[in-house]
């Protein structure tokens, strides 16, 4: 067999540092391999069980579906507001129509609860879907961060998934209340104006800073008719 | 032969067994990205190539009969973890989507991917530190790779041979032809980006890496994919389509060259050896032995 090719590792020899150029290397890797490992375990073992408490949101989006006309216009406003596009796939808020249901429950509005354990937040694992603590705490989405995995997308309890996937930038978002609107010239956010709500002409979207009843859709999905009105008329429930 | 055959199976099978249980697991109940549980394998691969470099031992290329070894048990080892473990990465990321390019995956077929791209990046990490702690340790070899000043003028020459000119002015090559020592100055840079960027990719999943930082490093691994895709095509065409590289290619099995194709393909390299002083051949005028 030929000869060894290291021949020159006594020539390599350091007398300021005392190690040969194949002791450092074997050094190196064996420390960095001991450090990897051993973090890894006494981390592992050292690590508390740990609670995570998540602020609630601020605020929160209301609807009136029975309010609701089905024109799509919040739709359109939060895809403008947000990307510059009047894109229907791109709204943070959807509006679903049944042809073949009667009213009351032909439509559907489908807008994020900023829920107080959201699951979106959860799963994500770089965390980019995340509570916005400079804004409300309002549950949103960094697409700086996002990978991509649509963890959050599935892991929404709601159908439809108020964790949407934007098909042309190949990433998660959600609403965030208008906190990050650069299409639209006005203060968004928990104390500011929400695009859909500014846009209904029905009135059928409101915000408010009570955290809703926490019970299916009642707490969301809300009489904003009237108060006192209608419903003492009995026309209509108070709520749904 | 038969102890690196058997490393090398073994290899493969622990390879494959790794991409089938990527794949597995992700279809599984209660679905799990192995850069959540297992990104500290990321941190460990690195190590483990350095530490595996300098408990090895290389062999110098030597003529042997009629044959010469090119390549000993350790450049194997770098060559395959590095390549294979490219060829997975760039299937998978591209399949994940990269710039405009949809993402040709959904939902638990984007998770099985990222999981086989984990693996991916654990072989190779291991290959391409293993690589470079033996780089390192022996500079001659690292030397070998690098253009000299003449490599564009050079290049022009070899395939100026190839298409038919009979007399050219440059030495003869050496154990690396000079256009690859050029394309190995963009292998290098890509796989540097590559490797910066992806382990700020992996921190993501553990630290709360600011968002410009993540701005920058995502696009700039995948600038650092093409070029490793260009340099990954032109290899492989050269290396094992092209029926000029298929001693090369065997030999990247064997560890053997024929000895007619060595000094055919590698005149330089094979008196260099011959010569036992390793310096360069310097330049003349000369007919190619092949023509």
């Keep these: ?240 | 032969m038969g102890r690196r055959l058997l490393i090398g199976v073994i290899a493969a099978v622990a390879f494959v067994l790794g991409m089938v249980y990527a794949w597995r697991i992700a279809f599984a109940d209660g679905t799990e990205l192995l850069f959540d549980s297992g990104w500290w394998l990321v941190l460990l691969a690195p190590f483990l190539g350095v530490l595996a470099a300098g408990l090895t031992r290389r062999t110098a290329p030597v003529i042997e009969g009629d044959r010469v070894l090119r390549h000993d048990g350790p450049a194997m080892l770098e060559h395959w973890t590095h390549g294979i473990g490219t060829l997975v990465l760039l299937v998978t990321g591209i399949a994940l989507g990269a710039f405009f390019i949809p993402s040709l995956l959904s939902q638990q077929q984007v998770w099985a991917a990222m999981n086989v791209h984990f693996i991916a990046v654990v072989v190779f990490l291991f290959g391409t530190f293993y690589y470079g702690a033996n780089a390192f340790l022996s500079r001659k070899r690292f030397r070998e790779h690098l253009p000299t000043k003449n490599a564009f003028k050079f290049t022009v020459e070899h395939y100026g041979h190839l298409l038919g000119n009979k007399k050219y002015d440059m030495p003869p090559e050496e154990k690396y032809f000079e256009s690859e020592k050029i394309a190995y100055l963009l292998a290098l840079g890509s796989t540097a980006l590559v490797i910066v960027t992806g382990l700020l990719k992996v921190a993501a999943h553990v630290f709360d890496v600011p968002v410009w930082i993540m701005g920058v490093a995502t696009p700039t691994h995948d600038v650092a994919m093409v070029a490793m895709g260009l340099f990954f095509v032109a290899h492989v065409l050269f290396g094992a389509i092209l029926p000029m590289g298929w001693p090369m290619l065997r030999s990247m099995f064997t560890g053997y060259l024929p000895l007619d194709n060595a000094k055919s393909e590698h005149a330089g390299w094979v008196e260099q050896i011959e010569s036992d002083d390793g310096e360069p051949i310097p330049i003349r005028t000369m007919e190619h032995p092949a023509a």
Excluded at chain 1, 111 to 131: I, K, L, W
Excluded at chain 1, 147 to 152: S, T
Excluded at chain 1, 215 to 228: E, P
Aim: include cysteine; hydrophobic fraction near 35%.
């Design chain 1, 1 to 240: 067999m030929a000869e060894n090719d290291d021949r020159n590792d006594e020539a390599d020899y350091s007398p300021q540092s005392g190690l040969s150029r194949r002791q450092f290397v074997t050094g190196l890797g064996g420390i960095g391999l001991g450090a990897v490992l051993g973090g890894v375990i006494t981390g592992g073992l050292a690590q508390p069980a740990s609670a995570i408490a998540i602020p609630a949101s601020q605020g929160y989006l209301l609807v009136d579906t029975k309010k609701c006309s089905g024109c799509d216009s919040c739709m359109l406003a939060c895809s403008l507001t947000h990307h510059g596009k009047a894109s229907l796939s791109l709204s943070r808020i959807q509006v679903a129509q049944n042809v073949f249901t009667p009213y009351p429950n032909d439509i559907t509005i489908s807008q994020c609860r900023q829920c107080p354990f959201p699951a979106c937040v959860e799963v994500c694992p770089t965390g980019a879907s995340h509570v916005d603590a400079a804004n409300g705490n309002v549950r949103t989405v960094d697409v700086g961060k996002c990978i991509g995995c649509e963890r959050c997308v599935n892991a929404c309890p709601f159908t439809s998934s108020r964790a949407d996937w934007n098909f042309e930038d190949k990433h998660a978002e959600k609403c965030d209340l208008c906190a990050d609107t650069p299409f639209w010239n006005e203060k968004g956010g928990v104390g500011g104006k929400q695009a859909c709500v500014a846009v209904c002409p029905m009135h059928a979207v409101t915000f408010t800073q009570e955290v809703p009843v926490q019970a299916g859709d009642v707490g969301y999905n809300v009489n904003l008719r009237s108060k006192d009105g209608w419903a003492k008329l009995g026309a209509w429930a108070k709520t749904t």
